[in-house]
């Protein structure tokens, strides 16, 4: 009898889990430079401008971004595409509609001209 309640209980929580597979993608890129708020890079293929404001300590800990001979450089990176929801405040309707739109992580990070790694 336990048995049986233990496997329903595992069921029954487990049906209510969503697993979400965030997509990861790996990218050549140029090194725009930073801000107080984020990373920039320049993707090569469509030269539109990626803004990173969540970098894992790998990846933070291979370059010295702050350095400005950085600048310029071209990086092969690896981050993850977190869809994130968007609540409109300034809807004054009583039925919001859910606006998504996607936070990049950046994940790995490495240089494809040979540069000095950070030590």
């Known amino acids: 009898m336990k048995n049986i309640l233990l496997v329903l209980t ?16 790996e990218l050549e890129v ?13 993707n090569k293929e469509t030269e539109k401008v990626m803004e990173f404001t969540f970098v894992s300590k790998k990846a933070v800990s291979k370059y010295d971004l702050n350095e ?22 300034d809807s004054k309707k009583e039925v919001e509609v859910k606006q998504y739109k996607q936070r990049l992580i950046l994940l790995d990070i490495k240089e494809t001209e040979n540069a000095p790694v950070k030590n």
């Open 30 to 42: 140029t090194y725009n430079g930073q801000s107080d708020k984020a990373y920039y890079f320049t």
């Open 68 to 89: 400005k001979k950085y600048v310029g450089k071209t990086f092969l990176i690896t981050y993850e595409i977190d869809p994130i929801e968007v609540i409109n405040k």
């Open 10 to 25: 595992v069921i029954l929580v487990s049906s209510f889990t969503s697993t979400i597979d965030n997509k990861v993608v």
